[in-house]
């Protein structure tokens, strides 16, 4: 039996724990191509999430976005299959995902060190289509 979950956090299994974030979702067209544009400030436990119908290589950018973030890319499973760590703000640059991802967490640069995110690592969420880690 899984454990209970909500839309607006996201929880991630690491050597030192389980981590938390609370998100604001982008799961639409135009959610997901605003992102974190124009922000320039986030809570350290904050961030947002991506979600996308199905599985594939996605790639970001930083354009118009002034918080230099780390970007995790999550697998259907929800598992971490690829990490952005300290992107550069305002930059055009394509962040490839590197793995077929259904859902992206951007969060403050420097969290996925500081909280020892690593792929592999389980990610629970009730957007995940096929988790290793369910939800109730």
Avoid at 21 to 33: F, H, Q
Avoid at 36 to 59: H, V
Avoid at 99 to 117: D, H, K, T
């Amino acid at each position: 039996m899984g454990e209970a979950c909500a839309p607006d956090r996201i929880d991630i299994r690491t050597d030192r724990g389980d981590v938390s974030y609370s998100v604001e979702i982008a799961d639409d067209l135009e959610e997901r191509a605003r992102g974190l544009m124009f922000r320039e400030e986030m809570p350290r436990d904050a961030g947002m999430i991506f979600i996308y119908p199905e599985a594939q290589p996605m790639a970001f950018w930083m354009k118009n976005t002034p918080l230099p973030l780390d970007i995790i890319f999550i697998s259907r499973r929800g598992v971490i299959c690829g990490i952005a760590e300290n992107t550069t703000p305002f930059s055009e640059k394509s962040i490839p995902s590197g793995c077929a991802a259904q859902v992206a967490l951007e969060v403050n640069a420097g969290e996925a060190a500081a909280q020892g995110l690593r792929r592999g690592a389980a990610v629970r969420h009730p957007a995940i289509l096929d988790p290793v880690w369910a939800c109730e």
